[in-house]
């Protein structure tokens, strides 16, 4: 435990770094005993060392590292089966917001374009949050700057009817990739595809993100729709990608099924390394079809 005071009242900054910071622990990239030192945290994650400071004394305060006088802070061994520490805060976290800001544009919630001031004032947080949250959500593809003023979600399916006639038209089109007489594999790309997904079943679930999934699981269908050798049904499965980037990221963090889909994707990887173009389009039928009964 610290001897230094946590913050009274943290800031979504600091709590939001201080969630990094211990996803940092949960996943052994720092070990128990190591140094946390503020000048390379901040530099990190590209922050001053007053936030970090403040996180530090909030991660002391869980019990997830101890202050040492003299010495600063030292990484606690993780208890085993011990649940890990809340971290909270009085107002949505860039990430909390992140979230919130995609199921309410799913839920037709958020009409019009994206106005930081507006954000801040609907959602109860400060301006530098929301700014955080849309410079994330514009890296990762689902909002895009207006010509006037603000921003605005990209192109997307627009009503449950049509993210099910999507499903239905990549199930014709993407298991018919699979049988094109031009199909042909390309056996280095499809090792390096089943080396990722085996890397991504390695890691624990708050260390996925939805863009970490999102992007392995667009580049393995459009994978298979190179193979087909037709060009027309790759362009079908990336303008597919395209529309379906806001709900895919949406529906992680509602019911996150990367472990589901990454075995699927690795039966049909063995399927086509097998050999067997049929079963593959099987597998690959069934995957989609279970992808739509939970969408």
């Known amino acids: ?51 970090i400071r403040g996180a530090l004394r909030l991660l002391a305060e869980k019990g ?33 917001l992140y979230r919130r800001l995609l199921d309410d544009h799913v839920a037709r919630q958020l009409p019009g374009p994206l106005i930081e001031r507006e954000l801040s004032q609907r959602y109860g947080v400060t301006r530098s949050t929301v700014t955080k949250s849309l410079l994330r959500m514009s890296a990762d593809g689902l909002i895009e700057k207006r010509k006037g003023y603000g921003w605005q979600f990209v192109p997307s399916l627009e009503s449950p009817s049509a993210l099910a006639e999507s499903y239905r038209y990549r199930i014709a089109v993407e298991c018919a990739g699979l049988l094109e007489p031009e199909f042909s594999i390309d056996a280095a790309e499809l090792e390096r595809m089943r080396a990722a997904h085996e890397r991504l079943l390695t890691r624990d679930g708050p260390d996925i993100s939805a863009s970490d999934f999102f992007a392995l699981n667009a580049t393995f269908h459009e994978m298979l729709a190179r193979f087909s050798g037709n060009r027309y049904i790759l362009q079908a499965v990336q303008q597919q990608n395209q529309l379906r980037r806001l709900e895919e990221h949406a529906a992680f963090y509602r019911d996150a099924r990367f472990v589901a889909s990454s075995q699927e994707h690795l039966q049909i990887i063995a399927a086509l390394k097998a050999g067997d173009r049929d079963w593959a389009a099987q597998l690959l039928r069934h995957h989609l079809r279970t992808a739509l009964q939970v969408s």
Do not use: C, K, W
Not at 11 to 40: F, K
Not at 84 to 93: A, G, H, Y
């Open 1 to 51: 435990m610290s001897s230094l005071a946590s913050p009274a009242h943290p800031t979504s900054l600091q709590v939001d770094l201080a969630r990094r910071i211990a996803q940092l622990i949960y996943s052994r990239d720092v070990q128990a005993g190591d140094h946390l030192s503020e000048e390379p945290l901040a530099q990190q994650f590209q922050v001053s060392r007053t936030p």
């Open 64 to 96: 997830l590292i101890a202050y040492h006088p003299n010495r600063g802070y030292r990484v606690n061994a993780l208890q085993a089966d011990a649940p890990r520490p809340e971290i909270e805060s009085r107002e949505p976290t860039p990430d909390e």
